[in-house]
């Protein structure tokens, strides 16, 4: 049915004083660009320039600083959402089991193959005679001839004795400079500690009472990684929702249940390279999207996407290639972080990325959606997910402006985004924790509404308010879902065309 719009007041959703031109700029790239703040971009002016220059979501990374220090960021950022015409979610990336050496002798060491060290969990300045590793149970887990990579995979040893004082020794297989507190992965074991350390729960309370938008899960492995958090936020009535991120091999395993239970998934690279051969990262990226997109749960690609960029002006030519390829596979959003948070160049940074994913963006690429998008009749979901499905294939065949989504809990807007649509994509929603937390999915602009007449009336404030902000205008076409009777706020059943009047 096409419906002609008529005059309302709608004015209590429109922003004051705001410049409309900087959201319609910011709408445009559909693919989110997530950036980690740090010392680089932790001031008001640097994080609002930043949001200016295409940022979605601000990553706090709790492996570094204090929480005050978070506080203080977290406090800046809701102070740009609530002056400015933008929706900036805030990620909370707790640190996880995440093993280190500790406090290196004057900073750093050289180690040569061949030299036999000590780990002991026994707290000491680290030497070639002993060195700290934040782990206790090592002794236990790994057993000789076992791999260790140390600094992202830039040294390895192997383990030659477990001593009956619970030291390790190894051999230095690849040498070069040992620095404090750098990362230890462990690629041939299975570690034991618990998803949440005793760290992580301390700074989940903090993260509770700030009521971020999204939080974290390093170094996740099974589906009960992800229920044990999830259980806690449930019984402190937190709205937050839960990213799995995916870095050790035994997560791949279980994978499919992994994205099932999660809210969101993001693919870390880093440790996901050292951890598992790194020629076979690539394709498990591509299959990590692919299931996420078959999901509707966002998926987030991480690490140095842009690292040549802490300190030059312009990123390698592989690194350019990387971003694009990411936006092609179906990424919701690309993730920075020493780029932001340390670099010389943040601005530039998130601009460079900015214009690669609109190049990209402008080649209207075909993301299968047949194929992989298609709904799926065993899904307890099947007839909303066939009309979002419907609502995405409309919109592309009457070449609609616009596509308008209506949800309550967020599933309907993850749908919508997971089917990769043509048109632009606004959602609205009466749940304000949801705004923020879509600014993470793909092509979704969110906004806040919280009327409950009919839904002639619903679409057509709905349509108001985007011609307001300048989102549409007289003749625009809308393709709208909606679900009737409106007061039983039921999963999307109805489907609308709407031309737009002046």
């Known amino acids: 049915m096409i419906n002609q719009i008529m005059g309302r007041n709608i004015s209590k959703y429109l922003y004051r004083n705001m410049d409309k031109q900087a959201g319609i700029e910011h709408t445009i790239k559909r693919t989110k660009i997530v950036a980690t703040v740090g010392p680089a971009c932790d001031t008001y002016d640097k994080l609002l320039e930043l949001v ?81 590793v934040s782990y206790p149970n090592l002794h236990l887990d790994v057993k000789p001839g076992n791999c260790i990579m140390i600094d992202d995979g830039k040294l390895e040893v192997r ?16 040498g070069g400079i040992l620095s404090s507190k750098k990362g230890i992965n462990l690629p041939d074991t299975k570690i034991s500690l618990p998803a949440l350390t005793e760290k992580d729960l301390i700074d989940l309370d903090f993260i509770i009472e700030q009521d971020v938008d999204w939080i974290a899960l390093s170094f996740v492995r099974q589906v009960n990684d992800i229920t044990g958090l999830k259980t806690i936020l449930k019984e402190r009535n937190s709205k937050s929702k839960v990213i799995a991120k995916i870095e050790k091999p035994e997560a791949l395993t279980n994978i499919r249940d992994i994205i099932v239970e999660s809210d969101g998934i993001m693919i870390a690279r880093g440790d996901l390279g050292v951890e598992l051969p790194v020629e076979k990262v690539p394709l498990i990226q591509k299959e990590i999207i692919r299931k996420c997109m078959h999901r509707a749960k966002p998926v987030i690609v991480a690490t140095q996407m842009m690292e040549s960029m802490i300190d030059r002006i312009k990123p390698n030519r592989s690194e350019i290639s990387d971003v694009a390829n990411a936006v092609l596979e179906g990424a919701d959003a690309l993730m920075l972080s020493g780029e932001t948070a340390t670099g010389q160049h943040p601005t530039l940074v998130i601009e460079t990325m900015c214009k690669i994913i609109l190049e990209v963006e402008k080649t209207e690429y075909d993301y299968d959606r047949d194929d992989i998008l298609a709904p799926q009749p065993h899904s307890p979901s099947f007839l909303s997910d066939a009309l979002c499905y419907s609502a995405c294939k409309l ?10 989504g ?15 649509p043509k048109s632009l994509l606004y959602i609205f929603s009466k749940e304000k924790s949801l705004i923020n937390q879509l600014s993470l999915s793909w092509g979704v602009r969110a906004f806040f509404y919280d009327e409950e007449e009919s839904l002639d009336d619903i679409i057509f404030d709905q349509i108001n308010i985007l011609k307001e902000r300048g989102f549409l205008k007289a003749g625009d076409l809308v393709v709208n879902t909606g679900s009737i009777p409106v007061n039983l706020h039921l999963p999307s059943n109805v489907l609308k065309i709407t031309k737009v009047e002046a």
């Not at 383990?159 to 690849?174: G, L, R, S, W, Y």
């Not at 209506?406 to 990769?420: D, I, P």
């Open 395 to 404: 919109a592309q065949d009457v070449q609609a402006d616009a596509l308008i």
């Open 159 to 174: 383990v030659v004795e477990i001593a009956p004082n619970n030291d390790v020794k190894v051999v230095v297989t690849i």
């Open 52 to 132: 200016k220059a295409g940022v979605n979501v601000f990553r706090l990374n709790f492996s570094h600083g204090t929480n005050d220090d978070k506080a203080k960021i977290i406090e800046l950022i809701r102070q740009i959402n609530k002056t400015e015409p933008y929706s900036i979610a805030i990620l909370a990336d707790l640190q996880g089991p995440k093993l280190r050496v500790g406090e290196i002798e004057n900073d750093a060491m050289e180690i040569n193959p061949g030299d036999i060290l000590t780990f002991t969990n026994e707290k000491c300045i680290g030497t070639k005679e002993r060195i700290y």
């Open 406 to 420: 209506m949800t309550q809990s967020g599933y309907t807007a993850f749908m919508l985004s997971s089917y990769r």
